[in-house]
């Protein structure tokens, strides 16, 4: 270990382990059932429910990793592992919200039935096992972009398959047969807003970018109000992880005005206001010509 801290998120591990076991054995169940009746329809909706297992163990692994300490060769430890399962969940939903929309295009142009009692008992089920598994991420989703990714995922499959049993209902009692693709449809853009969003903010974190619940206005204004500070430069704020911030800083002060003490409570103002979990202040003093450290040849 290095030095580094390793902080522990809340315990998610009971509800991954839930997600996936439910998924798992609805999996096998729908593929079983398909084979049995005969239903290529199933039997790929199985193979789409087998890929968001892949999601919540990558969204798990990850969770796990975050956890592990820090080493010589990997100082931050393994906490960026939840940023990067939390961009590939992204694109992974991406990718199959296009293949539903593709699906639902293809049923609006050439409408078919959605396959009888038994598909729309198979997906009765799915969508109450989809919505089971949504609502264990549902408390954590807001400040763990990793728990979203779950939480996305499940919410997307679980409306999906509730649009099957409506749109199998319909099309029994009014003979509408495009009800079920327009349904999906439907879904499809209200689930792609939310996506969009985690893609979007998961590849902003990928590439270091200040997380978008950062005040950097307000740090700057802090710092740079403290007193005996001359300037501030070199600022940086990233994620270590999708629920850790780090903060690294040159602050230019008067000669020995900032002690232990003094950067105890910045450190301190940092993470209760602002959210900043990891702190590193370097302070140098106003020496006329010398200018920041970065900047001496002699410092390189």
Known sequence: MTGSRVHRRPDSHRAFAAGVTLNTLFVLAEGGVGAAVGSLALIADAGHNFSD??????????????QRAATERRTYGFRK??????????V????ALGAIAREAVGRLLHPAPVGGPVIIL??????????????????GKKNDLNIQAAFLHMAADAGVSLGVVVGGILIALKGWPWIDPAISLAIVVIVFWGTWKLFRRSLDLTLDAVPENIDIAGIKDYLAGLENVVQIHDLHVWALS????????????????FDTNTLCGIQRHLHDRFGIAHATIQVETPTAGDGCLLDRPDCL
């Open 53 to 66: 297992v892949i999601s919540l163990l990558l969204a798990w692994g990850a969770g796990a990793l975050a």
């Open 81 to 90: 592992a939840t940023v990067v399962a939390s961009f590939i969940s992204a």
């Open 92 to 95: 992974l939903l991406l990718a």
């Open 122 to 139: 198979v997906a009765a089920i799915g969508a109450v096992i989809n919505a089971a598994t949504a609502a264990l991420f549902f408390s």
């Open 242 to 257: 999708t629920t850790e911030v780090a903060l690294t800083v040159h602050v230019v002060a008067a000669a020995d005005s």
